[in-house]
């Protein structure tokens, strides 16, 4: 597990509550210099992208074979509308996917031109999201001390 300082932590944090701190706010914050503090990343609401379909995807695959994997794994990283991919257990789904897209014409598209078309892929279960409840992008640091 990664080892962070107390100044780590409190950049992090700071960073989670604000994404929008400039480096040299985060640095006086934290008593560093702003070269230590320069590492961001940028996050976009989907819906103003006009990205406002979310769907949770189950994906059976014909085979449990290490290139049957990689080959899948690969095809997936490729493509843009997948925001995760996870090799899961249970559900009768080898691996979940969570992609947006514009509107269900642009999913149809997705799903009958692209992901139907990696090898392997044998079965496909789709769940659209109705409401988000919940969404961040803060992991809990509290278990770090």
Known sequence: MLKLDRIDRHILEL????GRISNLELAELVGLSPSPCS?????LNARQLGLTLT??????MDRHTPERF???????????????????????????????????EHYQHF???????????????SSFVLRRIKHKTALPLNHLG
């Open 15 to 18: 960073m989670q509550e604000n």
């Open 55 to 60: 769907a949770y995807i189950h994906i059976s």
């Open 111 to 125: 799903l009958l031109d692209k992901l139907t078309h990696i090898p392997g892929v044998t079965g496909v279960r």
């Open 70 to 104: 990689e080959n899948f794994d690969r095809a997936i990283s490729e493509l843009p509308e997948v925001l995760e991919c996870d090799l899961i257990t249970g559900n009768d789904a080898d691996y979940q996917l969570k992609v947006v897209v514009r509107d269900m």
């Open 39 to 43: 590492r961001h990343v940028t996050l």
